[in-house]
């Protein structure tokens, strides 16, 4: 499976951003899709993700109530609804996917597939 992340931007504190994951492949629906991001000088850090049929999600503590991941598997896309952001929610962001296999809080390390990131930057 082949991602591109995109809608990043520059943002307000405060402000939302929605950020959309293309994902090519016929098996799309099948797959357990996530969001990482890596901040300047930081180590990779696990945000969300989301079962292959959309019905459970699983988010980091620095997340939950914030931000929002949902998914149609009708358009092959995966997306990351988020709110209220914070300068320290600037990075680079990552879509992610792997075969369903696990737990969703199991992939908190990393998943098998990558796309190319999309800025993010927080302003205060």
């Known amino acids: 499976v082949q991602l591109q992340a995109s809608g990043g931007g520059l943002v307000q504190a405060g402000g939302s951003l929605r950020l959309s994951c293309a994902a090519s492949?016929?098996?799309?629906?099948?797959?357990?899709l996530g969001w990482f991001r890596q901040a300047p000088g930081k180590e990779r850090e696990f945000v969300a993700d989301?079962?292959?049929?959309?019905?459970?999600?699983y988010y980091s503590e620095s997340t939950t109530g914030r931000f929002t991941i949902f998914r149609d598997n009708a358009k092959n896309t995966v997306y990351l609804q988020m709110n209220s952001l914070k300068p320290e929610d600037t990075g680079v962001y990552y879509c992610?996917?792997?075969?369903?296999?696990?737990?969703?809080?199991?992939?908190?390390?990393?998943?098998?597939?990558w796309g190319k990131g999309t800025q993010v930057t927080v302003s205060s």
């Open positions: 992610t996917a792997d075969r369903p296999l696990r737990d969703l809080r199991d992939y908190t390390n990393g998943m098998e597939y």
């Open positions: 989301i079962s292959w049929d959309g019905g459970s999600a």
């Open positions: 492949g016929r098996r799309f629906s099948r797959y357990t």
